[in-house]
C-alpha cells in the first residue's frame, strides 16, 4: 500500500536530530551542555497554573467555541492590540493549539497549488515545509551580514517576484540569526507588498522576548492591517511552549476561513487552558521581567565568552534566546571544512550541542559564512560558563 505523494514534500525540524545525538552522548555518562532547545527551562508563572486548575475544578472540561472562549478572544484583541496601535475586536482572533498552527492555516487560507510564497532562509522550518506540502511555490529570500546584525536582501526579493507570487511569510525578531528590521526595512517589505498586492504572514513569535527598545509589527503600517495575519503565541513570552496556546491575529475574512480550520482540524483549542490564557493575558504579569532578566543574563555570559574565541565573531541581539555566530574562520582554523562535522566534533570533545545553520534552510547559492546557531532559554548561566569555557579551549587548540 502507498502513502500519499503529497507526503513526500512535507518536511520537518531536522533540529531533533541534534537532540537526539546529545541525549545519545549524554548517555554514555558525558557531560552536556544544551544549546540546540528553543525551549525554555523556566516555569510557567503560577498565577497561570492556578487559573488553569480553578478552570477544571469549575468543569471547563467540554467543547468550546472553535475560534475560542469570547474572553480570550476579547482579552488577545485589546492586548495585542494595544502593543501595536492597532484597533482589533474578538471578531479578528482565532485561539490556537500554539503559533505554530498559524502558519498552516495561513498557507492553507491564501495559498494555491502552484502559488509562490517568499519564506526567510535561513528561518523557521515549518514555513518552507507547509507552502510545499500543499502544493505551492517555497521561494526562500536571504539575510545579508551588517556587521552589527543582519539585513533582509530586498533586491533578491524584488527581483523574484512574478505573477504567481501570493504571499510574504516575515519573521521580525528573528529565529535563528536574531536579525531585527530597520523601520525602514519593515516598511520596504510593507511597500512590496501593496505594491504586488500580496498577503503577509508576519511570525511575532518573540515580539515581547525583548531586552532593549520596543518591538514594532508590520501590521501597523499604512495599508497593512487589511492583508497581514499576526502569529501570536503564550510559548515563549508566558514560558507555556508546552501548554500549546497562541492565536491567529487576522483581517475577518481570514479569521473565519482560519475558525473554519480549526472546526475541522481540532474543534477547538483545550478549553481550560483558554482560562490559562485569559489570566495570562489579564493577570499578574510580574513574572515576566523576572524571566526577561534571567534571559539577558544568560545572553550577557555566553556573548562575552564567545567574544573570546578565535575565529567566531557574533552580533547581540536585543530580542528572542538565539545567538547567531559566524564560525567560518574557526573552522578553518581547526581544519575542519563541514559545519555538521564542526557540531559533532564540538558535542564530542566539549559536550556542547546546537543547531547550525543547515536545520534552518537549503544554503543558498553565494553563502560564504559558516553559522551555529546557540539558544540560551533552555541552559542555566552557570551551565552556559563552564560549557562555552570548554568549547572556548576547543576552539583554541
Ligand atoms: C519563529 C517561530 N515561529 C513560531 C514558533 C512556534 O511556536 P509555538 O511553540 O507557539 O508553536 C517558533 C517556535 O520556536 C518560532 O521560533
Known amino acids: 500500500m502507498k502513502l500519499a505523494d503529497r507526503l513526500e514534500n512535507l518536511g520537518t525540524e531536522t533540529a531533533f536530530a541534534v537532540s537526539l545525538a546529545a541525549a545519545e552522548w549524554?548517555?554514555?555518562?558525558?557531560?552536556?551542555?544544551?544549546?540546540?532547545?528553543g525551549d525554555l527551562n523556566l516555569p510557567t508563572s503560577q498565577n497561570i497554573v492556578d487559573a488553569m486548575n480553578k478552570a477544571i475544578a469549575a468543569g471547563k472540561t467540554g467543547y468550546c467555541p472553535g475560534a475560542g472562549i469570547p474572553q480570550l478572544r476579547e482579552a488577545l484583541a485589546a492586548n495585542v492590540g494595544g502593543d501595536r496601535?492597532?484597533?482589533?475586536?474578538?471578531?479578528?482572533?482565532?485561539?490556537?493549539?500554539?503559533?505554530?498552527?498559524?502558519?498552516?492555516?495561513?498557507?492553507?487560507?491564501?495559498?494555491?497549488?502552484?502559488?509562490?510564497?517568499?519564506?526567510?532562509?535561513?528561518?523557521?522550518?515549518i514555513y518552507e515545509s507547509q507552502i510545499e506540502y500543499f502544493g505551492g511555490v517555497a521561494v526562500p529570500y536571504r539575510y545579508v551580514p551588517t556587521g552589527t546584525g543582519f539585513s533582509i536582501?530586498?533586491?533578491?526579493?524584488?527581483?523574484?517576484?512574478?505573477?504567481?507570487?501570493?504571499?510574504?511569510?516575515?519573521?521580525?525578531?528573528?529565529?535563528?540569526n536574531g536579525a531585527e528590521s530597520t523601520d525602514a526595512e519593515r516598511e520596504a517589505i510593507a511597500e512590496i507588498a501593496i505594491k504586488n498586492n500580496l498577503w503577509v504572514l508576519s511570525d511575532e513569535a518573540y515580539f515581547e522576548m525583548r531586552y532593549e527598545g520596543k518591538s514594532k509589527s508590520i501590521a501597523a503600517l499604512p495599508g497593512m492591517a487589511e492583508r497581514t495575519v499576526i502569529l501570536y503565541t503564550f510559548s515563549k513570552k508566558f514560558a507555556m511552549t508546552g501548554w500549546r496556546l497562541g492565536a491567529a491575529i487576522a483581517p475577518k475574512t481570514i479569521a473565519d476561513q482560519i475558525a473554519k480550520l480549526n472546526t475541522n482540524d481540532e474543534s477547538c483549542t483545550t478549553h481550560f487552558v483558554q482560562y490559562a490564557g485569559v489570566e495570562a493575558v489579564t493577570g499578574d504579569?510580574?513574572?515576566?521581567?523576572?524571566?526577561?532578566n534571567t534571559l539577558k543574563h544568560r545572553r550577557d555570559v555566553a556573548l562575552?565568552?564567545?567574544?573570546?574565541?578565535?575565529?567566531?565573531q557574533v552580533h547581540t541581539p536585543e530580542a528572542g534566546f538565539y545567538l547567531f555566530p559566524d564560525v567560518t574562520e574557526a573552522m578553518a582554523n581547526k581544519g575542519i571544512t563541514d559545519l555538521a562535522d564542526f557540531a559533532t566534533q564540538a558535542?564530542?570533545?566539549?559536550?556542547?550541542?546546537?543547531?547550525?545553520?543547515?536545520?534552518?534552510?537549503?544554503?543558498?547559492?553565494?553563502?560564504?559564512?559558516?553559522?551555529?546557531?546557540?539558544?540560551?532559554?533552555?541552559?542555566?548561566?552557570?551551565?552556559?560558563?563552564?560549557?562555552?569555557?570548554?568549547?572556548?579551549?576547543w576552539i583554541a587548540n
Open 26 to 37: 549524554g548517555a554514555k555518562g558525558n557531560r552536556i551542555f544544551p544549546f540546540h532547545l
Open 85 to 125: 496601535g492597532l484597533n482589533f475586536g474578538p471578531e479578528n482572533v482565532v485561539v490556537q493549539p500554539g503559533g505554530k498552527p498559524v502558519i498552516t492555516k495561513f498557507i492553507q487560507t491564501i495559498m494555491n497549488a502552484g502559488d509562490e510564497v517568499f519564506y526567510p532562509n535561513p528561518g523557521y522550518p
Open 285 to 292: 504579569q510580574s513574572g515576566i521581567p523576572v524571566m526577561l
Open 304 to 312: 562575552e565568552l564567545l567574544r573570546q574565541m578565535p575565529g567566531v
Open 153 to 176: 536582501d530586498l533586491d533578491q526579493i524584488k527581483a523574484s517576484i512574478t505573477p504567481k507570487t501570493k504571499a510574504i511569510v516575515y519573521n521580525d525578531l528573528q529565529n535563528p
Open 347 to 393: 558535542l564530542h570533545a566539549t559536550g556542547v550541542s546546537f543547531t547550525t545553520r543547515r536545520h534552518f534552510g537549503r544554503p543558498q547559492p553565494g553563502e560564504k559564512e559558516q553559522y551555529i546557531r546557540l539558544a540560551f532559554s533552555g541552559i542555566d548561566a552557570s551551565d552556559i560558563s563552564d560549557g562555552l569555557k570548554l568549547m572556548g579551549e
